[in-house]
């Protein structure tokens, strides 16, 4: 059916009356409530419930005539009353704002807004307005208009879901009283609302001005004042966006928290400027989106991004130029009035009014900061070209410009960019050495050295995911900068900034650290060039001192002379020898050596490698001299001598060649000792026999033991010719070293009448050994006899054994066939015992002793025999206050038969290592 003005009164005319006079009542209490309170919330449902109960029905609601954001007229259900039990509408989101249907409900709105009250039962209702009563639950309802102001604002409803009802004329009066009163409190309402409103707006306006004058910086203006706009119109989010007309691009300069956070996840540093931005730079007036999802893609670029689903994109137009943009959005859908449009559009004037100002003064403020900065970081670049220094002052310089918690300058060192220098970390120093690499995408490093451009990133820690593991203890960045330091058209290095806040970085901050970049690129490179070349002066200096020990370490006299024999460089044994080899004291050329010309060494160092000749004045000092000509270098011409002093080693080969000759003859006098023994034994036997016949006179038998006790001493001295000559065989038995020097000591103390200091240096028993006892024992006794006739009398003879490895891969100057164990015996006499050149050479290479020209000299012979028959060694120790011989004896079954235990042409002091 279609809704009719009036039903006709089904009642009496009594219950009418009755019904008006509760509905009148239901009014007055209505007006005074509306009188005391300008608050609805505590006062509206009371007023309905009065009414409600005044009319007999089950429910009272109130809903407001709307549009929704995609321009559809909706009644919007604000206020309801049930009665107890009754099941309430408000709270299901569906019906807070019911789209009016098409046909019946169409002409049910146009009445109510042309005042009409309208009637309804569902038994009588067309099928399209029978859905909608069933939707709201109502058998039958009265609906009422609703004015404010002489505008439509809505009705209120009286509806029976139970039972279906007419109301009679006299009903629908009072009701239509209840309707003015509703929409006369609405009115105050609205008016007291709008008061209060406008009381706020212009404080809001007022706090806006007061920031706008106490900003000192851009940054400082728009943080402080975007959550004022966000309250202008009780948007729940709010963005700053500026625009920068030289590089086209659009940048976030403020947000409120929520936004920041969502921006902070963005990877994009800079947004290029997108339609929409082009649509308002070029229109220059407000855009309004009541419904974000239904905008055209185009217009999507930056809205999409954040969390809004309703809301507005003001121009900031200051000196008509658009400075960029104050979007502010709401969560949830929402209609912009035109109201909220006009404060939106004078808070943002007025702020950019400010902008403009502050822009202005920022501008001149930066500039003399920037040459002031630039100027110092020139004085420091011509006053030092230490590294350290200039990075950490360009940092310093660079806090006055570009503010930063923490800030890097990190160097290209193949594919990692390492730290150099540092500023505002716990540790700087600790900093240095970190690195970064380049090749890794999940770090914002590489996108500076690839683009050569700065990079920003709003919140480094979520759009990198490796940042915070790569920045050791660095977990309070969120804003980073990148600027690259390139020179010659290649990067070398990056600037880094690091912000605790996010999203503190921008394009302006970029510009300004990238007029550092240059000057820093340059003051980089020119402090690395001058490290290398101090690397390498130093290096230069290293190995000229190096080269320098080494000439002067050297035995021979080196000397390297120019073109014309002046001396250019020359070693200490050189200029030690000038004196013997030029005649002169000191020179400054050298062109004769011990008479000789160096053309003449040149010719001989081409014949024969080295020439030798006497010293000039002493003939007993032989020099053997090489002369080389330099083929190239800066000293292309020269030449360079090597003077060696071989007098020593002459008069050595001179002593061998003796001692080779004394060889000879100890050979030839062995084999004549062998018949002479023979023939001794012959003779003594003989006699021997002889003595022994009874009947052999006693005067003859005198004679013949005579003859065999001076046999006999022949027969000795034959042995010590054989032994001095070491032919004399041993038969090799086991020896108790420790058992028999042990035993021998104390017949020691009585031959030499003082004490022996013995000692057994062993950790284990000491080893035993193959040898003679008897002549092994004679000839320790010689030497602890010689021995102590060269101590003072209080003095004991210190005897010492021990146990020792030799092994000869850790010790290669022995021969392979050395390594094994063997027992050494040390005995100590005074200083100088068997210290002279002669007898230590002989006894530590195993050589004859030349002359043995007295009883020491025989000593030695016998004790350098006996040794070298038990495949021994003898190492003579001169120490400042006495002299040490060493016997080393090979334990048994160790290396007694690998032979002589050193070489006996080229033998010489071996180490021993003790076990």
């Known amino acids: 059916m279609e809704p009719s003005p009036i039903s006709p009164v089904n009642t009496s005319p009594e219950s009418s009356i009755l019904r008006r006079s509760a509905i009148l009542s239901a009014i ?53 009353w049930v009665i107890p039990g009754g099941q309430r509408l408000l709270p299901i989101p569906g019906l807070r704002g019911v789209p009016y249907f098409a046909s019946s409900t169409a002409i049910w709105r146009e009445r109510l807004r042309a005042g009409e009250t309208v009637t309804g039962r569902i038994d009588r209702a067309s099928p399209p307005f029978r859905k909608v009563l069933r939707l709201l639950l109502v058998q039958s ?164 991004a954040l969390p809004i689903a309703s809301g507005m994109a ?159 203890e660095s977990d309070y960045i969120r804003s980073w900068m990148g600027v690259p330091l390139v020179f010659g058209g290649r990067t070398i290095g990056i600037l880094t900034l690091d912000k605790k806040e996010p999203g503190f970085y921008t394009d302006k901050h970029a510009r300004l650290a990238e007029t550092f970049a240059a000057p820093a690129a340059i003051a980089l490179e020119n402090a690395r060039l001058y490290e290398v070349t101090r690397q390498l002066n130093t290096q230069i200096g290293l190995q000229a001192a190096r080269l320098r020990q080494v000439i002067d370490t050297v035995t021979d006299g080196i000397v390297l002379l120019d073109a014309h024999y002046g001396i250019v460089l020359t070693n200490t044994t050189f200029s030690d020898l000038v004196p013997a080899l030029t005649g002169r004291a000191k020179a400054l050329t050298v062109d004769q050596i011990c008479g000789r010309p160096i053309e003449w060494y040149l010719e001989g160092n081409a014949e024969l490698g080295w020439r030798e000749v006497s010293a000039l004045g002493e003939a007993h000092r032989i020099f053997a001299v090489s002369a080389n000509r330099i083929g190239s270098g800066p000293d292309t011409g020269g030449v360079v001598i090597s003077v060696a002093d071989v007098t020593a080693e002459r008069e050595l080969r001179a002593t061998r060649q003796a001692q080779e000759r004394l060889a000879t003859i100890g050979a030839m006098a062995s084999g004549i000792a062998h018949d002479f023994n023979n023939i001794l034994q012959g003779i003594i036997g003989f006699a021997d026999l002889l003595s022994k016949n009874p009947d052999i006179p006693a005067n003859a038998r005198h004679r013949l033991e005579l003859m065999a006790h001076e046999g006999r001493r022949g027969a000795d001295l034959i042995r010590l010719i054989v032994e001095y ?142 040794v070298r028959r038990h495949r021994g060694a003898i190492t003579v120790d001169p120490l400042p206050d006495s002299c040490q011989v060493t016997l080393a004896l090979p334990a048994a079954g160790s290396n007694e038969t690998t032979g002589p235990v050193v070489d006996p042409v080229t033998g010489r002091k071996e180490s021993w290592q003790e076990s």
């Open 28 to 80: 007055a209490f209505a007006g005074q409530q509306f009188l005391r309170s300008d608050d609805w919330n505590t006062t509206i449902d009371a007023v309905l419930e009065r009414l409600g109960q005044a009319t007999g029905v089950e429910r009272v609601y109130v809903f407001q005539d709307q549009t929704d954001p995609a321009g559809n007229a909706v009644a919007a259900l604000r206020y309801e």
């Open 141 to 304: 309802f009265v609906a009422v208009p609703v004015f404010v102001a002489g505008q439509w604002w809505g009705a209120i409803g009286f509806a029976d879901s139970q039972v279906s009802r007419d109301w009679s004329e006299i009903e629908l009066d009072a009701l239509q009283v209840a309707g003015s009163l509703l929409g006369a409190a609405f009115e105050r309402l609205q008016s007291a609302q709008e008061r209060v409103e406008s009381e706020r707006f212009w404080a809001l306006m007022s706090r806006l001005s007061a920031s706008g004058l106490e900003a000192a910086d851009e940054d400082t203006l728009l943080n402080a004042t975007v959550e004022q706009l966000a309250k202008v119109i009780h948007a729940d989010h709010c963005l700053i966006l500026l625009t920068d007309d030289a590089t086209n691009m659009t940048t976030a300069a403020a947000a409120t928290p929520h936004v920041r956070r969502v921006l902070s996840t963005l990877a994009v540093p800079a947004p290029t400027r997108g339609p929409l931005m082009d649509r308002l730079l070029i229109e220059q007036h407000t855009l309004i989106f009541n419904d974000v999802p239904t905008l055209p893609p185009v217009y999507q670029d930056i809205i999409r």
């Open 314 to 472: 003001v121009p900031m137009i200051a000196q008509k130029k658009v400075l960029g943009t104050v979007m502010l959005g709401f969560a949830t859908k929402h209609v912009i009035t035109a109201v909220e449009r006009e404060r939106a559009e004078l808070a943002t004037q007025q702020l950019a009014r400010f902008l403009s100002n502050a822009r202005l003064l920022t501008s001149e403020t930066l500039a003399r900061q920037q040459a002031e900065t630039l100027q110092a970081v020139g004085q420091v670049m011509s006053s030092t070209l230490n590294l350290r220094e200039v990075l950490e002052r360009v940092l310093s310089e660079l806090q006055r410009v570009v503010p930063y918690d923490s800030a890097s300058v990190q160097r290209q060192e193949g594919n990692r960019s390492v730290v150099i220098a540092g500023q505002g970390f716990e540790e700087p120093h600790q900093r240095v050495g970190l690195s970064f690499s380049i090749d890794d995408a999940r770090l914002p490093n590489r996108a500076v050295y690839e683009n050569q451009r700065p990079l920003i990133a709003a919140d480094v820690l979520a759009v990198h995911s490796e940042f915070g593991a790569a920045a050791q």
């Open 725 to 866: 000559s070491r032919e004399v065989p041993i038969n090799p038995r086991p020896i108790d070293l420790e058992e028999l020097i042990t035993r021998a000591a104390g017949r020691w103390e009585s031959i030499i009448q003082r004490s022996v200091a013995l000692s057994i240096a062993a950790s284990e028993p000491v080893w035993s050994i193959n040898g003679d006892a008897v002549r092994l024992l004679e000839t320790l006794t010689t030497l602890v006899v010689d021995a102590a006739g060269t101590l003072p009398p209080d003095v004991p003879v210190s005897v010492r054994v021990a146990n020792r490895n030799i092994d000869s891969e850790r010790d290669p100057r022995r021969a392979a066939n050395t390594s094994g164990h063997w027992v050494a015996i040390e005995i100590t006499g005074g200083h100088g015992w068997l210290a002279s050149p002669e007898q230590m050479h002989a006894l530590q290479h195993d050589l004859p002793i030349i002359g043995v020209s007295n009883g020491r000299d025989v000593m030695l012979a016998q004790v350098q025999g006996v």
